[in-house]
């Protein structure tokens, strides 16, 4: 079932439990979906799977993002409604790597590509970003690489 249909009967059935906040989420997640299944260049197949990961990712970044500045501002309540579909988008993720399963990959990549010193990051960012795609957050994987490095 690709994650369009996966959507759509959540949707559902979250319109009948009347969930609210999972019926946002879910709605701006198939919003995004529409959005990149029409734009130019798109194929008629619909997402592919590496689309449709990149599309979930980007929409928990914005969350994330957004619920910082209303942590700063001290707005609970919008703050709370960005956590909740923060929750129900990450439900369609692909589990996220610990700190240590992220340093031994990046290890691995390391030794693969053969990077020695912090100029080397590039390499290595090149291949950890394509391998650890979904995973793990990019401001996490570029911060222990450049501990790693140096």
Same mark, same amino acid.
């Given at each position: 079932?690709?994650?369009?249909?996966?959507?759509?009967?959540?949707?559902?059935?979250?319109?009948?439990?009347?969930?609210?906040?999972?019926?946002?989420?879910?709605?701006?997640?198939?919003?995004?979906?529409?959005?990149?299944?029409?734009?130019?260049?798109?194929?008629?197949?619909?997402?592919?799977?590496?689309?449709?990961? $990149?599309? =979930? @990712?980007?929409?928990?970044?914005?969350? *994330?993002?957004?619920?910082? +500045?209303? &942590?700063?501002?001290?707005? /609970?309540?919008?703050?709370?409604?960005?956590?909740?579909?923060?929750?129900?988008?990450?439900?369609?993720?692909? $589990?996220? =790597? @610990?700190?240590?399963?992220?340093?031994? *990959?990046?290890?691995?990549? +390391?030794? &693969?590509?053969?990077?020695? /010193?912090?100029?080397?990051?590039?390499?290595?960012?090149?291949?950890?970003?394509?391998?650890?795609?979904?995973?793990?957050?990019?401001?996490?994987?570029?911060?222990?690489? *450049?501990?790693?490095?140096?």
């Amino acid at each position: 079932m690709s994650l369009k249909q996966q959507i759509d009967a959540d949707i559902k059935q979250a319109m009948l439990a009347r969930e609210t906040d999972r019926l946002r989420a879910l709605r701006a997640i198939k919003s995004m979906i529409l959005i990149d299944e029409t734009k130019e260049g798109a194929g008629p197949d619909g997402l592919k799977p590496e689309e449709e990961l $990149k599309l =979930l @990712t980007k929409a928990v970044k914005q969350r *994330k993002d957004s619920a910082e +500045i209303f &942590r700063q501002q001290n707005r /609970a309540d919008l703050l709370a409604t960005e956590e909740a579909e923060i929750a129900v988008i990450e439900k369609y993720l692909p $589990k996220q =790597l @610990t700190e240590d399963e992220i340093k031994a *990959k990046l290890q691995e990549i +390391i030794a &693969r590509v053969g990077a020695k /010193a912090p100029s080397d990051m590039g390499k290595v960012m090149g291949v950890a970003t394509k391998e650890l795609a979904g995973l793990a957050e990019g401001k996490v994987v570029s911060a222990l690489v *450049k501990t790693l490095l140096q």
